[in-house]
Every structure is written in structure tokens, then in C-alpha cells.
Nanobody, 118 residues
């Protein structure tokens, strides 16, 4: 059974930083593509960043240069380091795991809330 548990969200002031973590179990973590998505109220869920089993990364244009995705295969954990946070980054952030060659869907965590406000 796949389980993804996110942590690290919270309230931060504009310009601040947060690091999200997603601990995975029930999958062969090192070969899975891991992603972070977010959904703000009234908006569709969008991809923020992803990292393949081989370490290739991709980012939404809106977070390039501010967010960094990384993974620790020994800990079955994927991270999202977020810097220079802005109010537009406020959303519920979800972790996603996709098996190799799977291009959509996958497994989801419950998410963690990030609120950027002064």
C-alpha cells in the first residue's frame, strides 16, 4: 500500500522560506518520479516541481530560481525547498509518486498547507 506523508507547511511572511518533506512507503522509491503539486482556493491543481529516479528535475515557470526539489533515496523522502515566498505561493501542497513510464495519475498524499502572509 502506497503511503505519502507530507510535512513542513505553515505560515510564513513574504520573502521567507520553508522546506516541505514527503516520506514515502510502499513503493520502490528510488525509481519513482516524485512531484510536488499545489492547489489554491478556486484554482486547479498545478505541478510545481518534479524529480525523476535519475535525478532530472522540472519546475513550473512561476517557481524557477526560488524552489528546489531534491530526494534522498536512503530515506525514501522528497523535499521541496521554497525560498522568496510570495502570497501567490499560498496553496495546499501535495506530494505525488508515479511509477516509471507512467505519465499521469499516480499516488497522492494528503497535502500540507502553505500560507504566505504578513
Amino acid at each position: 500500500q502506497v503511503q505519502l506523508v507530507e510535512s513542513g507547511g505553515g505560515l510564513v511572511q513574504p520573502g521567507g522560506s520553508l522546506r516541505l518533506s514527503c516520506a514515502a512507503s510502499g513503493i520502490f522509491f528510488s525509481i519513482y518520479t516524485m512531484g510536488w503539486y499545489r492547489q489554491a482556493p478556486g484554482k486547479q491543481r498545478e505541478l510545481v516541481a518534479s524529480i525523476t529516479g535519475g535525478g532530472s528535475t522540472a519546475y513550473a515557470d512561476s517557481v524557477k530560481g526560488r524552489f528546489t526539489i531534491s530526494r534522498d533515496n536512503a530515506k525514501n523522502t522528497v523535499y521541496l525547498q521554497m525560498s522568496s515566498l510570495q502570497p501567490d505561493d499560498t496553496a495546499h501542497y501535495y506530494c505525488n509518486a508515479r511509477a516509471p513510464l507512467v505519465t499521469s495519475g499516480g499516488s497522492w498524499g494528503q497535502g500540507t498547507q502553505v500560507t504566505v502572509s504578513s
